[in-house]
């Protein structure tokens, strides 16, 4: 009963670096999400979406791509690390009827020196 | 647009003390009200939900919230604090109604609980 499995768990970029955050869920989910996490901020929605092969803009998409190419992965990727994209970054998916819970994994923890 | 605000970003109760996190929202349409909690080093929790049926609701680890149109509010309580629920806690807001979308969630900034002995 894995749900929401994000890798990796940690990683450390130097500015200008590149890297993929794999997002993978089995609860066949319709919607899947990218936060970030960062202290006194709450939770800031980067991408979403809807469906496979198909994605949107959230609150804070710079500096951010993702992919969805098959329903349960969701890909958020950084072309160019910048220091301020220090932060947790959670993936969440759902159900998509209004309503429905969001489920998390436990998070990544990114730092770009 | 629909927005959420959590009063007091740390909230501190002794054991055994009445738990209170307030949460207030706007939402031009019906809303869907949640709480999630957060452990340390661990992804979010659904701890309960409002969707439109009963106005109070109760959830997991004997904690409830009751959805207050009137004030725009949905109030987190427990009777009794335990050391376990030493947490944050995130309030978060999506449309309501027939069409109401998931994607559209809007978290609040989050109250760290400390349980003092």
């Known amino acids: 009963n894995a749900g929401v499995t994000q890798t990796p768990k940690f990683r450390v970029l130097k500015t200008g670096q590149s890297m993929t955050l794999l997002c993978a869920q089995d609860?066949?989910?319709?919607?899947m999400y990218w936060y970030r996490q960062d202290p006194g901020m709450g939770l800031r929605l980067i991408h979403y979406?809807?469906?496979?092969?198909?994605?949107a803009k959230g609150e804070v998409p710079d500096g951010y791509n993702v992919s969805r190419l098959k329903k349960q992965n969701f890909l958020l990727g950084l072309e160019s690390a910048a220091p301020s994209q220090t932060s947790v970054y959670f993936c969440?998916?759902?159900?998509?009827?209004?309503?429905?819970?969001?489920?998390f994994g436990n998070g990544t923890r990114l730092t770009v020196t | 647009a629909q927005s959420v605000t959590q009063l007091g970003s740390h909230v501190s109760v002794s054991e055994g003390a009445l738990v209170l996190l307030r949460c207030n929202y706007s939402?031009?349409?019906?809303?869907?009200l949640f709480w999630y909690v957060q452990y340390p080093n661990q992804g979010l929790q659904l701890l309960l939900k409002?969707?439109?049926?009963?106005?109070l609701v109760k959830g997991i680890n004997g904690f409830e919230a009751e959805f207050k149109k009137s004030e725009t509010s949905f109030h987190l309580t427990k009777p009794s604090a335990h050391m376990s629920d030493a947490a944050e806690y995130f309030c978060?807001?999506?449309?309501?109604?027939?069409?109401?979308?998931?994607?559209?969630?809007?978290f609040g900034k989050g109250t760290l609980l400390t349980v003092n002995p």
């Open positions: 969440a998916s759902s159900y998509s009827r209004g309503g429905r819970p969001l489920h």
């Open positions: 609860m066949n989910h319709e919607y």
């Open positions: 979406s809807v469906g496979e092969g198909t994605t």
């Open positions: 939402s031009s349409v019906p809303p869907y």
């Open positions: 409002y969707t439109s049926a009963a106005t």
């Open positions: 978060a807001v999506s449309e309501g109604g027939s069409g109401g979308s998931n994607y559209k969630l809007t």
